[in-house]
T-cell receptor
């Protein structure tokens, strides 16, 4: 069964360091999402791609976060510099083209900032 | 704006008990409504959905009915199992929005 792949599963870093997360969506899925899930809360959208184009990054803290999906397939989310408040689970999801609400999630990348 | 409110957890039940997890939303127009589930150590997965008023979504014994009068989409199951222990998220997709808005999640613990 096709899955959304994310790496690393766990990342511990010190504040002010740079960190990057990678996501490989299900083959053929044109839409890719990055969500952030703080412990005990629901996921919050950071950025949404349609193919290689950003369609929504209104909640992405652009002073420190960046995301790209250069060839419209896999994607990288970067944080530089990391802050204590960035400790969270970073979730990647993909879906077929269009906003159907039927998302397929990866297992997530858990970030701890010390 | 668009928002969703779920009942707080944890909800602790004995096996075979009846489950209700409440979800209400505010949104412009009539959104599509979804329940996602997150089992321990796994990613979120779609449980069920309803796309218009009075629709009933169902899957794995769970049901939820889209009630536009009360702007609710409560999740129910007649007889829970230990394997249903997970965190459940209500998520509307508002008209004109491109992505889901997730509730804060409700943790269900089912005891044998």
């Amino acid at each position: 069964e096709a899955e959304v792949a994310q790496s690393p599963r766990y990342k511990i870093t010190e504040k002010s360091q740079a960190v990057a997360f990678w996501c490989d969506p299900i083959s053929g899925h044109a839409t890719l999402y990055w969500y952030r899930q703080i412990l005990g809360q629901g996921p919050e959208l950071l950025v949404q791609f349609q193919d290689e184009s950003v369609v929504d990054d209104s909640q992405l803290p652009k002073d420190r976060f960046s995301a790209e999906r250069l060839k419209g397939v896999d994607s990288t989310l970067k944080i530089q510099p990391a802050e204590l408040g960035d400790s969270a689970m970073y979730l990647c999801a993909s879906s077929l083209a269009g906003s159907t609400g039927e998302l397929f999630f990866g297992e997530g990348s858990r970030l701890t900032v010390l | 704006g668009n928002s969703v409110t779920q009942m707080e957890g944890p909800v602790t039940l004995s096996e075979e008990a009846f489950l209700t997890i409440n979800c209400t939303y505010t949104a412009t127009g009539y959104p599509s409504l979804f329940w996602y589930v997150q089992y321990p150590g796994e990613g979120l997965q779609l449980l069920l959905k309803a796309t218009k008023a009075d629709d009933k979504g169902s899957n794995k014994g769970f049901e939820a009915t889209y009630r536009k009068e009360t702007t609710s989409f409560h999740l129910e199951k007649g007889s829970v199992q230990v394997s249903d222990s997970a965190v459940y998220f209500c998520a509307p997709l508002a008209v004109g929005r491109r992505a889901l808005t997730f509730g804060s999640g409700t943790r269900l613990q089912v005891q044998p």
